[in-house]
């Protein structure tokens, strides 16, 4: 990877943004749109990114499903209505930044041409005693979410 003006980009797809670059371009490009690719339960009982003061919503799209934790077969499809112009930018978001990869290199051999995956994730990286949120990600970064 390298690092092109204020992402990391990779062959596969667009690159790689922290979650304040990811605010910032949700923010600053009008057609710009937010996937979280997470499971119904982590929406449901972690939490989701709130994009109401910037006048966006945060789309649900798994890539895979729980609990058989298998592909979603209509991930891309969805995606196509979530976004169907496949010039504009398209933030993956994941738990950590792994599913939101392999979401970003999926699109982005469907033909979406600006796919970005979120470094660090909604709940980011484990503590020394195996916790999510305390070191990383989308909420301790202050961005703003709501649960329940």
Request: hydrophobic share 40%; charged share 20%.
């Given at each position: 990877?390298?690092?092109?003006g ?10 790689d943004?922290?979650?304040?670059q ?6 600053d490009?009008?057609?710009a ?9 982590e929406?449901?009982?972690?939490g ?11 789309e ?10 298998a ?31 392999a979401?970003a290199i ?27 949120g ?11 979410w709501?649960?329940?």
């Amino acid at each position: 990877m390298t690092t092109t003006g204020t992402h990391t980009a990779n062959s596969q797809y667009a690159g790689d943004v922290t979650p304040q670059q990811a605010w910032e371009m949700l923010q600053d490009q009008a057609g710009a749109v937010l996937v979280d690719v997470r499971t119904n339960a982590e929406w449901a009982y972690v939490g989701l990114p709130d994009l109401y003061s910037i006048g966006k919503k945060c789309e649900l799209n798994s890539w895979v499903l729980f609990p058989q934790m298998a592909p979603n077969p209509n991930f891309l499809p969805l995606l196509n209505e979530i976004q169907p112009d496949k010039s504009q930018p398209v933030l993956f978001l994941c738990r950590s930044g792994v599913r939101s990869v392999a979401a970003a290199i999926a699109a982005t051999s469907a033909g979406f041409e600006n796919c970005f995956n979120i470094l660090e994730g909604f709940e980011g990286d484990p503590d020394s005693e195996g916790h999510r949120g305390k070191i990383c990600g989308w909420k301790v970064r202050n961005l703003d979410w709501k649960q329940g």
